[in-house]
Structures are given as structure tokens and as C-alpha cells.
């Protein structure tokens, strides 16, 4: 009787550790994933068609504001760099 309780116990003991081990391995394995794309390893993809054709007139837009500027950079709105600082 003892012996058959023992045999039970070590395998469900052994199956948990199994479990956890596993467990372990898994959140192992995204925190790596995580650290890679913080660090910008994994390669960017562009934008398929679809996200493409989504964003075109955002893209649109954009372009047109950019082209509206005088250096092609963010629009400021007329404000001079030196107003922006605080310096009049």
C-alpha cells in the first residue's frame, strides 16, 4: 500500500515539475522575443497591401502637409524655432 502511494505521489510530483518546467520555457522564450524587438534585432516588415490601402489617405495627407512646408520637415504652425524656446 505505501509503495503504490509513493509510486503515485512521485508521478504526479514528476508530471507538476514537467508542468512548470514547461511554463518556464514558454515565458523564457516570449521575454527573448520581447528583448530582441526593444532592441530592434527583428527586422521591420513595410506595410502590406492592405494596411497600405487603409493608411493612403493619412499617407496622402501627410505628403500634402509636408510639401506645404518650406524645408519638406513637421509643420510648426509659423513659429520660428526661437519663439518655440522662449526667446523673443
Known amino acids: 500500500m505505501w509503495q503504490h502511494d509513493f509510486k503515485n505521489y512521485s508521478e504526479e ?3 507538476l515539475h514537467d508542468k512548470i518546467n514547461k511554463i518556464n520555457r514558454d515565458n523564457q522564450e516570449f ?5 530582441e524587438e526593444k532592441t530592434g534585432k527583428q527586422i521591420k516588415a513595410k506595410m502590406n497591401k492592405q494596411e497600405f490601402l487603409l493608411n493612403k489617405p493619412l499617407l496622402k495627407e501627410i505628403n500634402e502637409k509636408k510639401r506645404a512646408t518650406h524645408y519638406g520637415g513637421s509643420a510648426m504652425g509659423g513659429i ?3 519663439k518655440m524656446d522662449g526667446a523673443s
Open 13 to 15: 510530483e514528476r508530471r
Open 31 to 35: 521575454l527573448r522575443k520581447q528583448m
Open 80 to 82: 520660428s524655432p526661437s
